[in-house]
């Protein structure tokens, strides 16, 4: 069992930068992947980034590619989503979520999920 604990949503204004949070706890995370999914209101949810925790391998969608970083601390078992050059559409509530095995880019696919957080951007 894990439990997800995400901090770090807020305003900032287009071209800002959030950095998001994600503090795992529960268990080892050896062959576990974590990830960032976002859900815009009236929108499906839809997914950000993964990396996985042994190799540190990422994954981004396409729309976040060369503005957002995901990385992982081993010793505090925490996941980052560094948002740069933020953008009015990048403007949702936040979900980090967890898995074991392999990277996946499907929502239902992972078993963990963070509480959510709020990140708006204004034009």
């Known amino acids: 069992q894990v439990q997800l604990v995400e901090s770090g949503g807020g305003l900032v204004q287009a071209g800002g930068s959030l950095r998001l949070s994600c503090a795992a706890s529960?268990?080892?995370?050896?062959?576990?992947?974590g990830g960032w999914f976002r859900q815009a209101p009236g929108k499906e949810r839809e997914f950000v980034a993964a990396?996985?925790?042994?190799?540190?391998?990422?994954y981004y969608a396409d729309s976040v590619k060369g503005r957002f970083t995901i990385a992982r601390d081993n010793a505090k078992k925490t996941v980052y989503l560094q948002m740069n050059s933020l953008k009015p559409e990048d403007t949702a509530v936040y979900y980090c979520?967890?898995?074991?095995?392999?990277?996946?880019?499907?929502?239902?696919?992972?078993?963990?999920w963070g509480q959510g957080t709020q990140v708006t951007v204004s034009s």
């Open positions: 529960g268990r080892t995370l050896n062959n576990y992947i």
């Open positions: 979520a967890g898995k074991w095995g392999i990277p996946m880019m499907l929502a239902t696919q992972y078993t963990y």
């Open positions: 990396i996985t925790w042994s190799a540190g391998s990422t």
